[in-house]
T-cell receptor, first 116, second 113 residues
Framework: DTEVTQTPKHLVMGMTNKKSLKCEQHMGHRAMYWYKQKAKKPPELMFVYSYEKLSINESVPSRFSPECPNSSLLNLHLHALQPEDSALYLC???????????????FGNGTRLTVT | GNSVTQMEGPVTLSEEAFLTINCTYT??????LFWYVQYPGEGLQLLLKATKADDKGSNKGFEATYRKETTSFHLEKGSVQVSDSAVYFC????????????FGAGTRLAVHP
């Protein structure tokens, strides 16, 4: 069983909808991540939070808006998405803040997003 | 730059066969190396890791040795099972990289009874 919990497991949304993906971990990890994975491809990094502050934004379009309300929670707010944004969205966490690197990432099972 | 190259799949094996999935890397400094496994419909699970040259990571019968001289981290298992069928990703994390994982393309393994 994964210790990083993502909800919902599946989401279908129209291009004019606003929705949010949620991620939760209770391992005391201080860094949290959003990845996007298209079919038959490796995950691609979107955002990194370290100690609840945004450390990395990999030039992600503004229709994706991350939020880290506290050290255990990570949200990804979605608005005006395009069909090509359909993918598996993975959340991950790691023990140390990102300036103390090389902590392995622990992934959730993802949210399968379909944009119609 | 930093990159990871994995052997292309799919790799198809019979149960109890020996498995090798090749992984080589290019990196500045001293990266840590990882193997992740993704079962159908799931996220990625950390399979094993190595943080310095000559380290051997092992878990669930899988092994990989960090070879700095050949810049490789090949995954091996002596006897595969049907339940090992999954996609395997080799990845590196480099110093000062904000814990950013650089993934290989992934190798799909199919094990038949």
């Amino acid at each position: 069983d994964t210790e990083v919990t993502q909800t919902p497991k599946h989401l279908v949304m129209g291009m004019t909808n606003k929705k949010s993906l949620k991620c939760e971990q209770h391992m005391g990890h201080r860094a949290m991540y959003w990845y996007k994975q298209k079919a038959k491809k490796p995950p691609e990094l979107m955002f990194v939070y370290s100690y609840e502050k945004l450390s990395i934004n990999e030039s992600v379009p503004s229709r994706f808006s991350p939020e880290c309300p506290n050290s255990s929670l990570l949200n990804l707010h979605l608005h005006a998405l395009q069909p090509e944004d359909s993918a598996l969205y993975l959340c991950a966490s790691s023990q140390d803040g990102v300036r103390r690197s090389h902590s392995p990432l622990h992934f959730g099972n993802g949210t399968r997003l379909t944009v119609t | 730059g930093n990159s990871v190259t994995q052997m292309e799949g799919p790799v198809t094996l019979s149960e109890e066969a020996f498995l090798t999935i090749n992984c080589t890397y290019t990196a500045t400094g001293y990266p840590s190396l990882f193997w992740y496994v993704q079962y159908p419909g799931e996220g990625l699970q950390l399979l094993l890791k190595a943080t310095k040259a000559d380290d051997k990571g092992s878990n669930k019968g899988f092994e990989a040795t960090y070879r700095k001289e050949t810049t490789s981290f090949h995954l091996e298992k002596g006897s595969v099972q049907v339940s090992d069928s999954a996609v395997y990703f080799c990845a590196l994390m480099f110093s000062g990289g904000y814990n950013k994982l650089i993934f290989g393309a992934g190798t799909r393994l199919a094990v038949h009874p």
